[in-house]
């Protein structure tokens, strides 16, 4: 594992006080994601968000474990600690990519068992997981070897609902966000196919 030194740790106010601006801006992004959301919903979160008194500091490097993570929970601490300061302590997709994460996580780490991670995202409705090797002596095969284990997470979660887990394909809002999601979760969310083009 790499040492990434002692993480802030925040008091229960200062929790209390993340939560509720991450709902505020969960409920944005749902909101704009779904048409749903009105200019004036859009200023009033802003000014919400810019008005807080949140140290963003503490925010990014402290472990931001998904409340969701259930059994997962322990994987996913592993791989938020390899996580640098400044990037951000956190995963931003939904659940059902999380055992794809963690199995990429086991891939990567039997090549290079320090690895540092960038960013585990979400992006055009695929998985983007961004990491660096542990040290420049990792050779041209080994990280070849590491592109492709992304690559492949990249095109298994083109084919896995990111709320759910089981087989999804390509949707999208109403608003045109993609998202891989199965039928019964694109009907919960409003989300419809996206034909090929
Ligand atoms: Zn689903």
């Known amino acids: ?9 925040p008091t229960d ?18 909101g704009l994601r779904n048409g749903s959301a009105t200019p004036d919903d859009v200023d009033g979160a802003f000014a919400r968000l810019m008005s807080s008194d949140i140290d963003w500091k503490t925010y ?21 600690r390899r996580i640098s300061d400044g990037w951000g302590r956190w995963l ?10 963690i199995a990429t996580d086991a ?4 090549l290079d068992t320090d690895y540092a991670v960038h960013q585990v995202k979400e992006k ?7 990491y660096r090797p542990s040290s420049e002596d990792v050779g041209h095969e080994t990280l070849d070897a590491m592109d492709a284990i992304t690559d492949g997470a990249e095109r298994a979660s083109a084919v896995t ?7 999804g394909f390509l949707q999208h809002s109403p608003r045109r ?9 694109a009907d919960a969310l409003g989300y419809v196919p996206t034909q090929p083009n």
């Open 1 to 9: 594992m790499p040492s990434v030194g002692d993480l802030p740790k």
């Open 13 to 30: 106010a200062e929790i209390i006080r993340w939560r509720a601006l991450e709902s505020d801006v969960a409920a944005m992004g749902e």
């Open 60 to 80: 990014r490097n402290a472990l931001h474990i998904p409340a969701d993570a259930g059994e997962h929970a322990g994987a996913i601490e592993v791989i938020l």
């Open 92 to 101: 931003s997709v939904d659940a059902g990519w999380y055992p794809l994460i």
């Open 107 to 110: 891939l990567l780490a039997a």
């Open 124 to 130: 055009f409705g695929t998985l983007r997981y961004y």
């Open 161 to 167: 609902c990111e709320r759910c887990g089981t087989t």
């Open 177 to 185: 966000w993609m998202k891989t999601l199965c039928a019964s979760c």
